[in-house]
């Protein structure tokens, strides 16, 4: 016997992957305009923003609709509340994206730095692998996954440091690329940001498949298990 | 259209239009006590409608009257006005057969009747006079299938219908119901004496039922009118003090009373 609540839980899941896709178009075409230098994507970047925020707050109501009205527990539970999370985060990667489009809109007014964008789109593609595994985990409810893309997370962070010390560098060396620099770092930053988010989304994961809070701690300490 | 509608034939705009039943300005009277308190209420088509409160607020009363039940009971005067397809099932010539075949009940706990299944579900379409044997087995088949008994019982149609689990007999009761080709289904606490699971199986079964057919149902449980239906009344005192989607009423309610009942803080 297919249940109600469950026909909902699977359009709520769709709605999240229509929500990840398009954050996730969201980053390479924030990404492609600061490395094409080109401002047309930068402009897809705000027109898919809106529809995210619209699915921002589908998404929050349904799940209000489904606790409020199936009373779940236990799996179906875990899978709504997981589903709320992962909402705010995939809205959260998506304000990200703006960010870089904004930030890249202000470079393409100036030349390019010598070193150009470093490391930058190496980062961009493992966030966006990280976020597309995350939601795959996700309707898989694929354990091992969630975790790869958890373990991910160091690369990114350690690109981002990469990407700080050098950026520093190319300041001190010369005054006149100071707001290039900073301009990079920033969107360094929203990058190593962006691959949080899917880490929150894995972890949340995790949580909905083996209901096992591993936010704050090592997965195999005692605490977390 | 079934036979019901040539009974009392309305309009096929009216149809449409109108909702499955209204009641406006309703008042229902056992002797002095005042049961229903100025009822307006619009029963949308091919949907789940739930009437959900403490016991003695009038939800029963108010189910009851939409097919004229409560005309069994001495004493009983109403006030007001109740419309089943836009017609008045309370003016001097209507009739209550055409009626009950329309609007038919199922009750709180199984009441199949002491024969076989086949028979249950063959009574109703043979008194209207369906006759031929072919008729008659292709109706019960029809009927169980749309309760979903069909596989379990195609094999033992001649078994007594009082030796069913009581899920199976609530189904069954349905498909009685269903085979006189009514319109409306009432449905008073159909799932109190079941248990989880064949509570869940019924819901599921509403569910497709709602495809053809208007339900009312009468429900203690909260929970399930939270699940199954998409237009809720809350009812106090012989008072409807809200009604309206569902999901609104169990999200944001717009009465503190209808607030305080759901949230558990009385009834």
Same mark, same amino acid.
């Given at each position: ?18 929500? %990840? ?7 390479? /075409?924030? &990404? ?7 401002? /047309?994507?930068?402009?897809? &970047? ?21 606790? /409020? ?24 990667? %998506?304000?990200?994206? &703006? ?98 988010? /899917? ?5 949340? &994961? ?13 997965? %195999? ?5 | 259209?079934?036979?019901? !509608?040539?009974? @009392? $034939?309305?309009? !096929? ?30 029963? $949308? ?24 039940? =409560? @005309? ?9 006005? #109740?419309?089943? @397809? ?13 009626? *009950? ?12 009747? $002491? ?27 029809? =009927? ?14 001649? #078994? ?10 609530? *189904?069954?009761? +349905? ?45 203690? =449980? ?13 009812? +106090? +005192? ?26 558990? *803080?009385?009834?």
């Amino acid at each position: 016997m297919r249940r109600h609540l469950e026909t909902a839980e699977d359009e709520l899941k769709e709605r999240l992957l229509v929500m %990840g896709g398009l954050a996730e178009e969201m980053i390479r /075409a924030a &990404v492609e305009g600061l490395r094409d230098r080109k401002e /047309a994507p930068l402009r897809t &970047v705000h027109e898919n923003e809106e529809t995210v925020n619209r699915l921002h707050i589908e998404v929050d109501d349904r799940c209000l609709k489904l606790i /409020a009205l199936h009373q779940p527990t236990a799996a179906d539970l875990r899978l709504i509340l997981a589903a709320s999370k992962i909402n705010s985060d995939l809205e959260r990667i %998506g304000d990200q994206a &703006v960010n870089i489009a904004e930030n890249a809109a202000v470079l393409l007014g100036q030349p390019p730095l010598e070193r150009k964008l470093l490391d930058l789109p190496r980062m961009a593609d493992l966030a966006k692998a990280m976020l597309k595994d995350s939601l795959v985990a996700f309707v898989r409810k694929d354990v091992e996954l969630a975790r790869s893309v958890i373990a991910r997370d160091d690369a990114e962070d350690r690109l981002k440091s990469e990407a700080f010390h050098e950026l520093m560098q190319i300041m001190q060396s010369d005054a006149s690329t100071i707001q290039r620099a900073l301009g990079l770092i920033l969107i360094a930053r929203n990058l190593e940001r962006i691959a949080d988010h /899917a880490t929150n989304v894995a972890e949340d &994961v995790i949580f909905m498949v083996l209901g096992r809070d591993i936010r704050h701690r090592a997965e %195999g300490s005692p605490q977390g298990s | 259209m079934s036979q019901a !509608a040539s009974a @009392d $034939p309305p309009a !096929a705009d009216v149809r449409v239009q109108t909702p499955a039943i209204e009641a406006r300005s309703l008042s229902l009277f056992y002797g002095s006590f005042r049961a229903l308190k100025d009822v307006d209420v619009a029963v $949308p088509r091919r949907e789940i409608t739930a009437l959900i409160g403490p016991s003695g607020c009038g939800k029963s009363t108010l189910l009851r009257v939409f097919n004229r039940m =409560n @005309d069994l009971v001495r004493g009983v005067r109403i006030e007001g006005s #109740v419309l089943v @397809d836009g017609r008045d099932i309370y003016r001097p010539d209507a009739d209550l057969i055409a009626l *009950r075949k329309r609007v038919g009940m199922v009750f709180q706990r199984p009441n199949p009747f $002491p024969i076989s299944v086949f028979q249950n579900v063959a009574y109703g379409p043979a008194i209207h006079g369906m006759a031929s044997n072919a008729e008659l087995e292709e109706a019960v088949e029809r =009927n169980l299938r749309a309760t979903g008994l069909w596989d379990d019982l195609k094999d033992r149609l001649r #078994v007594p219908a009082l030796s069913l689990p009581p899920e199976q007999q609530q *189904r069954l009761c +349905l498909s009685r119901l269903l085979a006189v080709e009514p319109d409306v289904l009432l449905m008073d606490e159909p799932c109190s004496t079941l248990d989880p699971i064949a509570t869940a199986r019924i819901e599921e079964l509403l569910f497709e039922l709602k495809k053809n057919y208007t339900i009312v149902i009468v429900t203690h =449980n909260m929970q399930q009118a939270a699940r199954v239906s998409s237009r809720a009344g809350f009812m +106090l +005192l012989g008072d409807l003090v809200e009604f309206g989607a569902t999901e609104g009423l169990f999200t944001n309610p717009r009465d503190q009373r209808t607030q305080d009942y759901i949230t558990g *803080r009385f009834g």
